[in-house]
């Protein structure tokens, strides 16, 4: 059948069609939350379900598989219509496991589902190829199960947690610098400023980081520990695990409780469970025994016992009996190892010998009161033979495990749980204004995991005063970055943090519970029918006592009885309660002398009459069949209940896991960006001792440079290409005032001073290069001229190229067509565009003509150069007149970040106000994109562009009422394009395994909610095409040619000027190979949003 849809009912499915499984998980439990679990709607349900199996395709781990696959048998069983889901779920369950019991659950769901569609009078395509689908897994399962004892489990390779290995080991420059410290300088390098590290915090992830923080450090504060038991359903807090467990049970049904708890299944004490274990089990000389308790009562009475069992019995050297007995408590204390011995077993046990002494007129009476024979395990070693081995075939027919694969889900539970264990000590000062980092990092690697996170108190002052330094172990700690989940990191919220197992499990707990609930039922109605027959043996009682005193011809037949009673119970409630219904099933099983009870309620004036058409039936075989069928009755209760119980114990296990799963530790929380704090303070200090030799060598030095002079200047040249782009990229549509910040960083001012001073030096070398090249020959003058036009051409080309493969500008010139009628629109402009959408571009003929005419009319309005970040601002800026009136422009519209600077004053807590800035995109150096990449290895492109972003600081200005703090910049968004531009600067002259490297640090998708506050997390882009400068020497006159890369038809291609057609790279890592190989560097990258944000 067709599933359901959430748009359906007008609810969001956004984030689940998108791939966000989690946040799908938290509306979910949300609405359950809020509407109750019984009234939520079906869909949230079989959505739940959903996404419980995807997530059991997704995973390697087979005892995960297994775990989401039994976590959405609760989502799909409710409803008929998804009861082919759940048989295909129990279905592959039973095959991971090769056990029978989930192949029958499953054979009874196909048959469920192929029910409901025989009731319907037509069947569309989808139906017919879900009914031939559900028949294949009915057969297939049915087969299984004649298979019996030869079912095997399929062969699944079950992975093992992966140990969490150092993704990076620390530079060796690093080492000998840690090693030139001074062990108080070490001692103190553990002791981290709060203020300080929230700042930094702060810095990195915006309010949402420090809110986390300071939520983690109230909790800590508060309850002196770092770790917490998280309800993810609900979003509660507990200190315990016991807590934790209570609120499960009670709030969300992670426990059952029967109707009355007298028919509760309760296992034997542990007193009589002593008795068992340590009894001789030796056979004893029943008719010496009867002899001594009939006429030496007295003495029997003074037995001596010891865990219940006499030494005083005359014993019987019986081998057979001997053996049986020895069977039988193995079986015992085995069930008893397993929590499934329980009391109706020995009770139904007990039995035999107040019956097997009843044949020697030994009252049970006496063997209660007199000699307490009912109250040990050793009444059982009066039995025969006959009667052990009716024990004995009793006690193996109950199963002492549940093959329901509770285990699994505690191995996939440890592959989870492993992630939040942490081995470093975390405290604080007593005013909470220092972490105290554990101090054994100081002198070796931590050995065992610190399971308690209790948060000690202590003078900061004194903490590390005795403490050992020893190796550099500590700076392998901090190059570790690893994690074992990778989509859980600070700041996000930790109700997230594996929550889509979580829920999986607890929705395991409930279907244990639904399959309780179900035993309890079965139960109940044998419980039911077994009160119809002891009211059945009472009316015949009553009868033989009426007998007495009247004639045999007055005698009435207990059969006439019965169908009287039978017939008073319809007249009373109609048949309606389930005491009348199974009345009538024991009355009919009795006169029918049935060996086994059956409860079919299909038709109550079948039954009666069937009843009344037995009412002639002996009394010796009504008697004999009542007693047949209690006997009977009685067994299945004692067997209900070792299920029952064994279905409890899978319960407690999972319940146990569950709690497991809920705890989470705050230091594994932030651990990492305390790693990366560190880390930062330690580089910025060797960089510091690093620069201070060069700085008192700096006399030495300055006569080589003036030599170099020439050299530089060609360089600083290509470098004010560079920063202007910068500039060009990151441009203010509304200029503010110059005052109204200072960059902090002394570099970033010496920077701009450079430019001005290279801007100049460009000009003076312009002059001299024109003089020169008057002087040339006219031929080579033309040579000249044609490389430089190469150059441009090539530049230009492989931009359009790049342009031209975006999807979301070509659907926008299709849908905004008004300009292609507008002559202020330049001819060459609006030709090329016309032959974009149309895709006559693709003439190469045609596209050279159209590309010519686009460069001369760029010349027109703007001076370029060859590099490929001037030539995108030129055509951005020339593309600025495609518009209508009632729009923006095209450029406005697809390719304009708008947003703010915002800066907090850590110390005077101003927040001056800046206007708000336009820019076409961001500009990043590829050497230090490299170089983080290098140093903490695992780091997303995007975590790498806001570290290195983080350099930049404001002061507070003191012109304007502020403190002159230094103060890290928070980057907001009110306007997000659907293109996204980054460009890459080159500064050096790069080899193939730095090309490489870097390559490999950019990623093609990225989420820019990193980069920016105010977006919704997730906002992700997809890298679409890129322009690549190909054997680039920065500083040398010539720089190569272009080419373009695109994202076409799930793979890349790479398109070049002289290739007759485009060559296929491949997948992204093939791009990095090429780009390392070729020597290509990328330099323009154009980013597509996946779904258009909101903001």
């Known amino acids: 059948m067709k599933p359901p849809s959430l748009e359906d009912h007008g609810l969001d499915e956004s984030y689940f069609a998108r791939g966000d499984h989690i946040k799908a998980m938290e509306v979910i439990e949300d609405s359950i939350l809020e509407q109750g679990k019984g009234n939520v709607l079906g869909l949230l349900d079989f959505q739940q379900g959903a996404i419980f199996r995807a997530q059991a395709r997704r995973t390697d781990n087979s005892d995960v598989k297994f775990t989401f696959l039994l976590g959405s048998l609760e989502c799909f069983w409710e409803s008929e219509g998804f009861s082919s889901f759940s048989a295909l779920s ?91 410290l001074d062990d108080e300088f070490k001692r103190n390098f553990l002791k981290v400023s709060t203020a300080k590290f929230i700042s930094f915090v702060e810095a990195m992830h915006g309010k949402e980081g420090r809110d986390a923080f300071d939520q983690l450090l109230t909790f800590a504060r508060e309850n002196r520990n770092w770790r917490v038991w998280i309800c993810r359903s609900c979003s509660k807090k507990f200190s315990s695990p016991e807590e934790c467990k209570n609120h499960l049970g009670q709030e969300h049904a992670a426990e059952f409780k029967p109707s009355s708890t007298k028919d509760m299944a309760q296992t034997v004490s542990k007193v ?84 097997h002494l009843a044949q020697f007129e030994v009252s049970e009476h006496t063997l209660t009161t007199e000699c307490r024979l009912v109250e040990t395990p050793q009444s059982i070693c009066f039995l025969e033979c006959y009667e052990l081995s009716q024990i004995l075939e009793f006690l193996r027919a109950i199963k002492g495990e549940r093959d329901d694969g509770t285990d699994l889900v505690c191995k996939a539970v440890d592959s989870f749980w492993d992630g939040t264990r942490v081995k470093e000590k975390i405290d604080f000062d007593s005013q909470f204004s220092f972490l105290l980092l554990d101090k054994r990092l100081l002198k070796c690697k931590l050995p065992r995991f610190d399971n308690e996170g209790t948060v000690n108190v202590f003078n900061h002052n004194d903490y590390y005063a005795n403490a050992q330094v020893h190796g550099d172990d500590i700076l ?178 999972l319940l146990n896991d569950l709690v497991r799963l809920s705890v989470f530790d705050y230091r594994s929380y932030i651990l990492q960006p305390l790693k990366l704090y560190l880390q930062e303070e330690l580089d910025a200090k060797a960089k510091l001792a690093a620069a201070l030799p060069e700085h008192l060598s700096g006399g030495k030095k300055q006569e080589k440079e003036k030599k170099s002079g020439s050299k530089k200047r060609k360089n600083k040249s ?75 051409n090539s530049a230009l080309d492989m931009m359009m190229k790049s342009l031209c493969n975006i999807k979301v500008l070509k659907e926008d010139l299709v849908n905004n067509r008004k300009p292609f009628s507008d002559n202020q629109v330049p001819c060459a402009l609006r030709d090329f565009f016309s032959a974009f959408v149309s895709e006559k571009i693709k003439d190469e003929e045609l596209y050279g003509h159209l590309l010519s005419n686009l460069l001369a009319s760029l010349e027109e309005v703007h001076s370029l150069s060859s590099d490929a970040a001037e030539v995108l601002v030129a055509i951005l800026e020339f593309c600025h007149c495609w518009k209508s009136p009632e729009s923006e422009s095209l450029v406005t519209r ?55 972003r983080m350099n930049d600081k404001m002061i507070c200005d003191v012109r304007t009422g502020g403190c002159g703090e230094s103060n890290f910049v928070h980057h907001t968004i009110s306007r997000c394009p659907p293109i996204f531009t980054i460009v890459l600067e080159w500064e050096n002259n790069e080899t193939e395994k730095e090309i490489s490297e870097t390559t490999n640090a950019l990623h093609w998708e990225i989420d820019i909610s990193r980069l920016y506050e105010g977006l919704e997390p997730n906002t992700n882009y997809r890298l679409v095409s890129m322009s690549l400068n190909k054997e680039m020497q920065i500083g040398c006159v010539e720089e190569g040619e272009y080419i373009c890369m695109a994202y076409e038809k799930n793979r890349w291609v790479s398109l070049r000027l002289e290739a007759p057609a485009e060559e296929v790279v491949g997948n992204w890592k093939s791009v990095v190979r090429i780009c390392g190989e070729r020597k290509v560097c990328p330099e323009i990258l154009f980013y597509e949003a996946v779904q258009l944000p909101n903001k």
């Not at 549509?733 to 010496?750: F, I, P």
């Not at 970040?897 to 076409?920: A, D, H, V």
């Open 90 to 180: 129990l279905f592959e369950l039973g095959q991971h496991l090769g056990s029978s019991l989930y192949y029958k659950k499953s054979v009874k769901k196909a048959k469920e589902y192929l029910s409901v569609l025989a009731k319907l009078s037509e069947l569309g395509p989808k139906e017919l190829k879900s009914q031939k689908d559900v028949e294949r897994i009915l057969r297939d399962a049915e087969s299984r199960i004649i298979g019996g004892k030869t079912l095997v489990a399929s062969p699944i390779e079950r992975s093992e947690p992966k140990a969490t290995v150092s993704k990076k080991n620390p530079d060796p420059n690093l080492r000998s610098f840690w090693r030139g």
């Open 476 to 653: 392998s700690w901090l190059a570790d970055y690893s994690s074992r989940d990778e989509s859980f990191r600070f700041p996000k919220p930790i109700r997230t943090h594996n929550i889509d197992i979580w829920v999986a499990v607890l929705r395991s707990v409930q279907f244990t519970c639904r399959t309780l609930g179900t035993k309890y039922e079965n139960k109940l109605r044998m419980i039911c029918y077994d009160a119809a027959l002891i009211d059945a043996k009472k009316l015949c009682i009553r009868e033989d006592e009426r007998r007495r005193n009247i004639p045999e011809d007055q005698w009435t037949l207990y059969a006439s009885l019965l169908c009287d009673k039978c017939e008073e119970h319809i007249r009373i409630d109609a048949g309606n309660s389930l005491t009348t219904k199974l009345s009538l099933c024991a009355v009919r099983d009795v006169l029918e002398a049935a060996s086994q009870p059956t409860f079919d309620f299909a038709d109550l004036v079948d039954c009666l009459n069937l009843i009344n058409g037995h009412k002639h039936i002996s009394d010796d075989i009504v008697l004999k069949s009542i007693d047949l069928l209690k006997s009977v009755v009685t067994k299945k209760v004692s067997l209900a209940d070792s299920k029952i119980l064994l279905v409890e114990n899978s319960r407690i296990n």
């Open 894 to 948: 697809l390719f304009t970040l708008e947003g703010y600077e915002r800066m907090c004053c850590r110390k005077c807590r101003r927040k001056p106000n800046y206007p708000e800035q336009s820019s076409y995109g961001i500009v990043m150096a590829a050497d230090s994109i490299r170089d983080l990449k290098c140093a903490f290895g695992n780091i997303k492109f995007e975590d790498i562009l806001k570290v290195i």
């Open 718 to 792: 290509n470098k004010r290409t560079s920063e202007s782009m910068s500039s060009h990229l990151d441009q203010d549509v509304e200029q503010a005032e110059e005052d109204s910040m200072e960059l902090e960083d002394t570099k970033a001012e010496k920077s701009l001073s450079e430019i001005s001073s290279n801007t100049n030096n460009q000009e003076e070398t312009t002059k001299g290069d024109s003089s020169y090249m008057q002087s040339m020959p006219k031929e080579d003058l033309e040579s000249v001229h044609g490389k430089a036009a190469t150059r441009y």
């Open 272 to 355: 009589w469970a002593r008795k068992i274990s340590v009894g001789g089990w030796e056979p004893v000389d029943a008719a010496a025994a009867v002899e001594m308790i009939k006429n030496r009562l007295q003495d029997v009475k003074a037995f001596a016992y010891e865990n219940g069992w006499s030494k005083d019995w005359p014993l019987a050297a019986d081998e057979e009996r001997s053996k049986l007995l020895k069977e039988i408590q193995l079986l015992l204390v085995s069930f008893w190892d397993h929590r499934i011995l329980s009391c109706s077993i020995r009770d139904w046990i007990m039995q035999f010998p107040v019956k």
